[in-house]
T-cell receptor, first 112, second 113 residues
């Protein structure tokens, strides 16, 4: 069964460093998303992406964040200068049009 | 922003018991979904509801889309150990691709041996 994959599973970084989280969505899906979940809290929407551009972004998704689809298979989330409060699980999701979103296993980001 | 509150926050039950949890919203959603999350994993879709009043089953799971479009419930019958996890409701304003999910606060289910 096709699934969303994410790498790395765990990323540890120093405050102020740049990180890139990678996702491979399900191959025939056209809509891509990033969500985050701070430990013990609910899942929060960050950004949605379609046709090589951002469709919607939340208040969390400030200028420190960017997304990119650098080739036909990968979808990345970059945080330019990480802060302690960026520590969280980051989930990538993808969907077909008019259909449910499927989530990857997540990347745990720890900012020291 | 829109808030989805789930109750109860946590449940401790014995294997074989039925479970009921619900989700209420401060505003209307036109699609309701229920996800389960195991530790260290991403949310997995259990049931999707697209119409007010709709009652949908998936095996031992049954969910309903409230008639006011501001609430939903999930029932699990005859619980088994693999039901342990966190259950999240989620709402969408429209059932289209690209529409963000707004997640609830979660209900943690624990089965007491």
């Amino acid at each position: 069964e096709p699934e969303v994959t994410q790498t790395p599973s765990h990323q540890v970084t120093q405050m102020g460093q740049e990180v890139i989280l990678r996702c491979v969505p399900i191959s025939n899906h056209l809509y891509f998303y990033w969500y985050r979940q701070i430990l013990g809290q609910k899942v929060e929407f960050l950004v949605s992406f379609y046709n090589n551009e951002i469709s919607e972004k939340s208040e969390i998704f400030d200028d420190q964040f960017s997304v990119e689809r650098p080739d036909g298979s990968n979808f990345t989330l970059k945080i330019r200068s990480t802060k302690l409060e960026d520590s969280a699980m980051y989930f990538c999701a993808s969907s077909e049009e008019h259909n449910e979103q499927f989530f990857g296993p997540g990347t745990r980001l720890t900012v020291l | 922003g829109q808030q989805l509150n789930q109750s109860p926050q946590s449940m401790f039950i014995q294997e074989g018991e039925d479970v009921s949890m619900n989700c209420t919203s401060s505003s209307i959603f036109n699609t309701w979904l229920w996800y389960k999350q195991d530790p260290g994993e991403g949310p997995v879709l259990l049931i999707a509801l697209y119409k007010a009043g709709e009652l949908t089953s998936n095996g031992r799971l049954t969910a309903q889309f409230g008639i006011t479009r501001k609430d939903s419930f999930l029932n699990i019958s005859a619980s088994i150990p693999s039901d342990v996890g966190i259950y999240f409701c989620a709402g969408q304003l429209r059932p289209f691709g690209n529409e963000k999910l707004t997640f609830g606060t979660g209900t943690r289910l624990t089965i007491i041996p």
